[in-house]
């Protein structure tokens, strides 16, 4: 399927945590940054972003991968509802 073509893309890109449950996996935002930063180095600084359990922290991880990297490199703007 087209959801496993995805995790067997995923798993190939180093991670700092290892990969369980997707969803929640990427929810706070950091592993999506690493992931971009493995392809473009240059453009994510990952000390930008914590993990998260809470919402809060989850969604400020959201908002600045949203402002720093996908609007302004990506040409990708997630909405407030989005994030």
């Known amino acids: 399927t087209e959801f496993e073509e995805v995790y067997e893309w995923v798993d190939k890109v180093p991670l700092t945590r290892v ?11 950091c592993l999506t940054a690493e992931v971009i930063k493995h392809y473009w180095p240059e453009v ?5 972003y914590q ?5 809060t922290r989850k969604r400020e991880n959201w908002v600045t991968l949203n402002h720093k990297i996908l609007k302004k490199h990506l040409k990708i703007n997630l909405t407030k509802s989005q994030i």
């Not at 990969?19 to 935002?29: I, L, N, P, T, V």
């Open 44 to 48: 994510v600084d990952l000390h930008n």
């Open 51 to 55: 993990e998260a359990l809470g919402a």
């Open 19 to 29: 990969r369980k449950h997707f969803g929640r996996d990427f929810s706070d935002g």
